[in-house]
């Protein structure tokens, strides 16, 4: 008998796996038209995404997966609740009972609408015209609000979509969290502000070349343990990290020749993202086991090779004699610590991936609660650039100079990312618990970072997090590492223990 | 009952164009590992290709397909013998009848192998290192020959993988032609050699930087009408086109930063293939109507501006100020002349995609000779270098210096292109027919080259050729253009022409 359930589940990954594959395809297709593809090939490459999105859809609703669910479903052999084929066939259960309220004809259009917003996103986004984009966006959260509708989780639609990107996670508690989180947030910006403490930020404006700027970003994610020999770095207009499956990883920046910040942080960003996809287990490729967990989870691995290493003291202990040899006219005449204030420089600002740490959770505060308006369809489409400046300028006292720096900043809406955004701050969240945990665990990491040494921490994530895939759901999974549920403290603890030195804040 | 036809065969194109969609996803695919993939990608690359190819196959020998066929074949819809609808059925037919006898598992593996084939091709060039790539030769010859077991088409084994790119065409045809050919090349070529005239080559070989390269090379690609609003041009290891479908085109080529003929010669080749390519029918995208009618007439298209445009004085009459601007160190002080000359200099050499016209012939036909031992068995893969090295002896006088520049020159055998080389000369005897007739009907071409003026040849071509999708089997396409079957004269006027006055020689 037990033969017998082995057989069925290997046939269920299997087929699982095929679709896993057939996903990648697509996924080469999305990283090539954000990368190389010619703007000619927009209306053709919309027709593949619908083709494969399809052809996914079918493959995951097949009743033939159903089957082979009943017959393997509270068997002895997915008795041990996070055993290996008990997460497996508990998330592809998942996935089935989600996929199979949506139509075909929903998920191809899906694929093939925000395929063509992302485009005229970008060359909207390049005019700076809304209208350009408005048409795009308005099928796109049509769409959505069909999709919401089909999946009801149970919740508001928002709810419903949110639980997409972060399985288990609500509007109520976030908003909660992200509530006390604002407050803290003003207080520390307010208080940054009072202090009338001003960093020489044009240290980082001077002139980096390019070619210097990619050489040194190669280096640095390199050495953070990002694996070249399996992935590569490109320039795309919006920076972004693509898991194509085993031994393919590949992530992007953007440069500008008079800012080093932008490309670097960006390079140990999208390598954070990259670490992750690197360290899933490649055994399980294709199933729940080898997949990340949420993108919650996902984007506290950024953010923590971003900020809490990469905007760090120690980091630049080891790197900053490297930056001087790597753009000697720029830095020749810099001192470390001048450096390091210019990079934590914190200023209320338009561009929500320029960000620093202090303000970066308020752009996506604004966001939160725009798209929830969108989706709802209390706000129409054509009131977002309006909505979005006025609301803008209440939070960060700064009038949108146009839509390009306002509400076209970001890709997401555009490829249907609608409950997307919050992750970004939820990321932020887990990662200063993560982060406050590995140091209880590692012992002086500061002192491992000024010799070079990130393996220690690599290591460490990569057993608590990427080796686990799916294993938890994400809220659970960081509980169980930090031992604490979802908490704004860490996160204001680490601002307070950066910025408050800085600025010369005394809690 | 005709509108019942019509709907059966609007069902039967939608499936095709459909299949063709799923084709032009592995194309990207392609491309991509060509030119972007990191090496760690290439297991993860194989096995996507090989569900890509299993899923294409499936749609092509859907049972349902051949019932529409069934009931759309000797109606009143097809009875007109070269109608748009009559051409997509006999062709869907076809291929139908081709696919249905290769198994599915034959398919992917064919996908697998020689997508991990090509890659361990990279590698061996790179290392001039043959036993990295033999044990692959050997399984894509040994899943070949199944292949054309399977395929069957009445001849040789050699034959049947012939007909896949050159319907209708035979080995003994070609040995025929070839072998006047040869007899023609080998005069031709000895009484260069006797002239004792050497032009100065050093011209090509001065400095010229990639970047102004890249920007002239595009520059002169634009002006014969490919279009870089719906396509691009990379750098690979081995140059190439790629159409990925309606409004995107993808050539490559490579740089010698001192060589100037590589990558400009390369450039306007694939700017031949992608003229065609781009020239296509999109109405009838993803059908035979809309397909490239043979290997050898897009060949043709590619050797007509590469050699018989690009090569030749009128050209020049027009490009060469602007080659002089573009690089002003190497060319300040040369003569257009001696440019010319320098261009169509005649030498026995080595590679055969930096061959002039005059040798070029000559290394198809090695490759002619050996692949068919190859695909009969009667030459082991382990033997291709010796005996690769020893007919380039025989052929060319020269030994062979290491695999790189011999038996691992061409990317051709990794991705089971056995049968492709001949469609290289077949394209240049095709060429010259095609220039020689458009000559006559457009009156004097070279005028309008050296007036800038390349749309009328391409016009030409448009209609003749690239509108006409599969209409004829290519062989009656040239015959009908050009009033006359496949002949070795029209080549070998053009080369006595152009390398006559060049050496002295006179007929």
């Known amino acids: 008998m037990a033969s017998t359930v082995d057989a069925i589940y290997e046939d269920l990954i299997k087929r699982v796996k095929e679709v896993s594959v057939l996903g990648s395809c697509a996924g080469v297709l999305g990283w090539d038209e954000q990368t190389y593809m010619p703007k000619g090939g927009a209306a053709h490459r919309a027709e593949q995404h619908a083709l494969l999105a399809g052809l996914i859809h079918e493959r995951i609703v097949d009743p033939a997966i159903e089957a082979l669910l009943n017959r393997v479903e509270d068997t002895e052999f997915v008795a041990e609740a996070h055993s290996v084929a008990a997460v497996n066939v508990r998330e592809i259960r998942r ?9 075909r004809s929903l998920v191809e259009e899906l694929a093939r609408v925000t395929t ?11 005019k700076s015209d809304f209208e350009h984009f408005r048409p795009h966006l308005e099928k796109v959260l049509e769409l959505k609000r069909q999709e919401a509708a089909a999946l009801n989780t149970g919740g508001t639609a928002y709810d419903t979509l949110l639980d997409e990107y972060e399985m288990g996670e609500t509007t109520e508690n976030l908003t909660r969290v992200f509530s006390v989180l604002r407050d803290e947030l003003v207080e520390l910006v307010g208080a940054i502000q009072d202090s009338g403490r001003h960093s020489d930020v044009s240290i980082l404006q ?12 190669k280096a640095a994610a390199e050495q953070i343990g990002f694996n070249f020999g399996a992935g590569r770095l490109d320039e795309t207009v919006h920076p972004f990290c693509s898991g194509l499956g085993p031994g393919d990883t590949r992530i ?8 080093f910040s932008q490309a670097f942080f960006g390079i140990l960003h999208e ?35 971003e900020n809490f290493v990469g ?64 989706i709802d369809g209390d706000l129409p489409a054509a009131d977002v650039p309006g909505v979005w400046n006025e609301t803008f300028e209440k939070y960060f006292g700064l009038q949108v100079p146009d839509d390009a720096q306002g509400c076209l900043q970001d890709i997401h809406w555009s490829f249907g990312g609608i409950g997307y955004f919050p992750t970004y701050t939820l990321g932020n969240l887990y990662a200063a618990q993560f982060f406050e945990q590995a140091r209880e665990d590692l012992g002086d990491l500061d002192a491992q970072f000024a010799r070079g040494e990130f393996s220690p921490l690599r290591d460490w994530l990569t057993e608590k997090i990427y080796r686990q895939g ?3 759901p994400p809220g659970k999974l960081a509980e169980m590492i ?26």
């Open 482 to 507: 930090t031992g604490r549920p979802l908490s704004h403290v860490p996160l204001v603890d680490h601002l307070k223990a950066r910025f408050g030195p800085l600025y010369g804040i005394h809690a």
């Open 311 to 374: 905007r760090g003291q120690a980091f630049w202990d080891h790197f900053f004699p490297k930056a001087q040899k790597a753009f000697p006219d720029a830095l020749r005449d810099v001192s470390q610590d001048d450096f390091y204030r210019a990079m934590n420089h914190v200023e209320l600002s338009f561009i929500r991936v320029e960000a620093d740490e202090a303000t970066y959770n308020l752009h996506i505060l604004l966001r939160f609660e725009m798209e929830q308006a969108l």
């Open 470 to 472: 799916m294993r938890y």
């Open 116 to 126: 063509l917003a992302q485009q005229a996103w970008r060359e909207a986004r390049e």
């Open 271 to 305: 390598a954070g993202h990259g670490l992750y996809a690197q360290g899933l287990n490649t055994e399980h490729y294709g199933t729940p086991m080898g997949d990340a967990v949420s993108l919650g989870i996902h984007e506290s691995q950024s953010r923590m090779w």
């Open 252 to 259: 992007t920046t953007r440069y500008d020749p008079h800012f």
């Open 95 to 103: 996935e089935y009972d989600r996929m199979v309220k949506l139509p």
């Open 206 to 217: 001077r002139e980096y070349p390019v070619a210097d700027q990619e050489a040194f970003g």
